[in-house]
């Protein structure tokens, strides 16, 4: 097991109370494998990796019944250890919006170098010479280390930032919407390049893969999450959750969303919105949203558990899947619990 | 004949060199063609779907229609008018007819106006006056866009959830009951959970209040789902028009299959083939001769393809494309 979450909790006290961004999420990332993270706005898939890569603001209270990278606990580490360790050597980070990531009074190719150096003991030489193989390898010509980020299209960027979490070798890449405001042309070679880097390197290298566009995750994914108001709702291998998904949040989810090989399919949307991440919720976050909630699904809290083998769900009704399935595609379904709230 | 007829449509930007370029180098000013030769034209009551990259020429295009920029070449008709040639009078009413859904809901509503104010904004910018006329179609308008305007009447943005703003948008843009209205992304800022509701919303109310759409937005998903013709631009040209259901599912222009193919299916056991497209959109500053697409094209280059222009050609019934192919 490369990466293993259980019970990860992220919570920020405010002046109006305890913001609950992540709750109680467990996964885990295994070698070689592709995990995909979908979740919508708000949905506390951006405090997930900030507390992962440590850049969560020291008022968050951070807690895990475990967090290991290699069996290696995480939250037992300090800073330092963590930098040296672990940072950039064994996962590295591909932020949101690479447009505002890099330095734009410094050489694209400089920066790769000064983080090679701030991380190995490669001598400058090596690490510029290391900065331009890579800068080839995500496709981007080996000259164009000299240049300045202005002088980079948004998409070469992206290709520069991915370049440079590749820089030392990591096993994990965490990537957090890594082609959300790219055109689809840019967005393709994009995703095209990374599949060709993950078979190229020797090393296996895994990626936990952050986005809202469930068809990105759906082409990329060896396995899907499903987060909901700093929830796991569901996780399983990508070809189970997107044919038999558990879940009334993923059942829905899947309505939701168009497809250019479907466009006479009649698209449903969720009524409501997300909850307040203030305060307590005992039961189901999503309950008042859900179509099949029931009275207990408000105040019994749905404990994440195993459905089908290697298949996760956070739902107290699973027994009722069949009927969930079979009513989910319809509009009036859906109408029906916009009526009940 | 269509509502709106846009005929060879120019919007030109000059980029003007610094002084110093000018007098050393003798530099000439450079020219961005934003649109280039757009001819379109759309039926009363049907939704026209325009997609496109970054630079394409989109927003442009819309803003020539709404008047927000004018035209370096060209013209547009609207119901066989000239919107060029309008006088005062017929420009007001042509602002009324046509309106425009914006796409960001979080920056296009002013903070500090309650919905009712929001909404009844237009209807006062008109001189529509009487205040229980304002009210009784404040009231009507955002109960269509799905509002309960008891409950909604006085909050401002800053209450409201990204798809509540959006109904927001929408209300105020069909409050003074357009006859053309353009949604330029109006659902790419909102969350996939509530974006079905809104193009449910833009569609019924097409129906239900007869008003003509120009749906513009770079996610051909989108577009596949709500449009009923696409037109697809490429750096300030159309590249392929027809029906939608013509347009996805045997795209004649080599662009327009890349396109096509580079969208990401929802499926994972679905295979997608991949397009084969080199280099980067460039910008369209003085673009050589040709067929704007050319260098990046993947079907070998035939001589004219680079000298020729190629003219928006009616390939099968209906279906209209700019390729030296066809």
Known sequence: MLLDINNLKAHYQTETGMVKAVDGVSFSIGEDEVFGLAGESGCGKSTLIRTLMRLIPDSARVSADRLAFRGQDLLAMSDKQYREKILWTEISLVPQSAMNSLNPVHRVGDQIVEAILAHSKMSRREAAERAVSLFEGVGLQSGLTRSYPHEFSGGMRQRAMIAMSLALDPSLIVMDEPTTG?????????????????????????????????????????????????????????LELFNAPFHPYTLGLKNAFPSIKAPDRQLI???????????????????????????????????????????FAACIRTDHVDEFRQQAGDKRTWESSKSKN | MGILEVEKLRKHFYLNPGFLSRVVSKKKPSVIKAVDGVSFGIEAGEILGIAGESGCGKSTTCSLITKLLEPTAGAIRYKGQDISQLGKKDLKAYRQQVQIIFQDPYESLNPRFTTFDLVAEPLRAMGIAGKREIQEKVFSTLE????????YQNRYPHQLSGGERQRV???????????????????????????????????????????????????????????????????????ELGTTRDVIAEPLHPYAQALISAVPIPDPSYKRPRPNIKGEVSQPIDPPPGCRFHSRCPQGIMEECGTVDPPLNEAKPGHFVACHLY
């Open chain 1, 269 to 311: 949307s969720i009524p409501g919105s997300p909850p307040n991440l203030i305060g307590d919720i005992p039961g189901c976050m999503f309950a008042k949203r859900c179509p099949f909630a029931i009275s207990d699904c408000s105040h019994v809290f749905p404990e994440f558990k195993e459905v089908a083998p290697g298949h």
């Open chain 2, 144 to 151: 269509l866009a799905g509002l309960k305007p008891e409950e």
């Open chain 2, 169 to 239: 948008g929408i209300a105020s843009a069909l409050v003074l009951g357009p006859e053309l209205v353009i949604a330029d992304e109006p659902v790419s800022m909102l969350d996939v959970s509530i974006r079905a509701g809104i193009l449910d919303l833009i569609r019924d109310l097409s129906v239900r209040l007869r008003f003509t759409c120009i749906f513009v937005s770079h996610d051909l998903s989108i577009l596949s789902n709500i449009s009923e013709r696409l037109m697809i631009m490429y750096l300030g040209k159309v590249m």
């Open chain 1, 182 to 238: 790219l055109d689809v042309l840019v967005q393709e070679r994009i995703l095209r390049k990374l599949a060709e880097i993950r078979k190229q390197v020797k090393k296996p290298k895994s990626i936990l893969l952050i986005t809202h566009d469930i068809s990105v995750i759906a082409e990329m994914s060896n396995r899907i999450g499903i987060m909901y108001a700093g929830r796991l709702m569901e996780s399983a291998p990508s």
